[in-house]
């Protein structure tokens, strides 16, 4: 079982920065896929940004060129940087992540979720 556990949401006006932080903790034998989602209200969860293992990142249009995603292997963490925020980017961010099981196979799991809000 692998436990999420994000942080760094909170509110921020137009044009701030925010870093989110997921933590994964459990057994595993390792971390697959990690990334972040988020969901507006009235909207669809959609993908932000994902890194894999190998450290490939692959981002949505809509925040190419002012978020970056990056991970720690070494704490288990995957980051989220958000400069140049907009009030669309007001959302619940989730943060998912692949993990292989110790005795084979892999399962995905997602974080409890942390609040975006961007004001005008």
């Known amino acids: 079982q692998v436990q999420l556990v994000e942080s760094g949401g909170g509110l921020v006006q137009a044009g701030g920065s925010l870093r989110l932080s997921c933590a994964a903790s459990?057994?595993?034998?390792?971390?697959?896929?990690m990334g972040w989602y988020r969901q507006a209200p009235g909207k669809q969860r959609e993908l932000v940004a994902v890194?894999?293992?190998?450290?490939?990142?692959n981002y949505a249009d809509s925040v190419k060129g002012r978020f970056t995603i990056s991970r720690d292997n070494a704490k288990n963490t995957v980051y989220l940087q958000m400069n140049s925020l907009k009030p669309e980017d007001t959302a619940v961010y989730y943060c998912n992540a692949g993990a292989r099981r110790l005795m084979g196979g892999s399962s995905d799991y997602w974080g409890q979720g942390t609040q975006v809000t961007v004001s005008s």
């Open positions: 459990g057994t595993f034998f390792r971390l697959d896929a």
């Open positions: 890194t894999t293992s190998g450290g490939s990142t």
